[in-house]
T-cell receptor, first 114, second 112 residues
């Protein structure tokens, strides 16, 4: 069974630009969560989507947005990039929306903002 | 507001020794406590998890100890091996529609 696939794996942007990251969950998984990982802050929750609906949202500014498609694939978008947005963005899928189930993470998309 | 506090930030252990990582939480609604292991260049992967109806769970060399009254839980790695060198994250979740909250991570280095 294929794991969670994230694209692109690496990208470099400049301040003010926008970026779109993609996540393909494990087949059959309907929940997709996004986390931002930075050395100082660990894993911080961005949002969760289940059956195309945003179920939860973390404490991030409105520049961070996401969506989920009918095939459960998800995208997140960051507009007006800032230097502090440089991070590893992790996508995780799970079978259902319950928070107490196992999360399966992708390898992440490493964003560098110059 | 950090809801799960993890310590230490980094840990160096001799091969064969015991690695201990501690976490504390504040929200008494948490009822699921997983540990995730992350190797460089990889995403985190579930290592072991516990629910508050038991005080300890063991899987091979990995043990979670849980103290509900103190609102603390810890990961013990017995007979630590160089292959255990990774970053470990504790997390906590509550039944219902809430996301997992992660600690900031502990970078473990097991040296021969």
């Amino acid at each position: 069974k294929a794991g969670v696939t994230q694209t692109p794996r690496y990208l470099i942007k400049t301040r003010g630009q926008q970026v779109t990251l993609s996540c393909s969950p494990i087949s059959g998984h309907r929940s997709v969560s996004w986390y931002q990982q930075t050395p100082g802050q660990g894993l911080q929750f961005l949002f969760e989507y289940f059956s195309e609906t945003q179920r939860n949202k973390g404490n991030f500014p409105g520049r961070f947005s996401g969506r989920q498609f009918s095939n459960s694939r998800s995208e997140m978008n960051v507009s007006t990039l800032e230097l502090g947005d440089s991070a590893l963005y992790l996508c995780a899928s799970s079978l259902n929306s319950l928070p107490t189930g196992e999360l399966f993470f992708g390898e992440g998309s490493r964003l560098t903002v110059l | 507001q950090q809801q799960v506090k993890q310590s230490p930030q980094s840990l160096i252990v001799q091969k064969g020794g015991i690695s201990i990582i501690n976490c504390a939480y504040e929200n008494t609604a948490f009822d699921y406590f997983p540990w995730y292991q992350q190797f460089p260049g990889k995403g985190p992967a579930l290592l072991i998890a516990i629910r508050p109806d038991v005080s300890e769970k063991k899987e091979g060399r990995f043990t979670i100890s849980f103290n509900k009254s103190a609102k603390q839980f810890s990961l013990h790695i017995m007979d630590s091996q160089p292959g255990d060198s990774a970053t470990y994250f504790c997390a906590a979740g509550a039944s219902g529609n809430t996301p997992l909250v992660f600690g900031k991570g502990t970078r473990l280095s097991v040296i021969a």
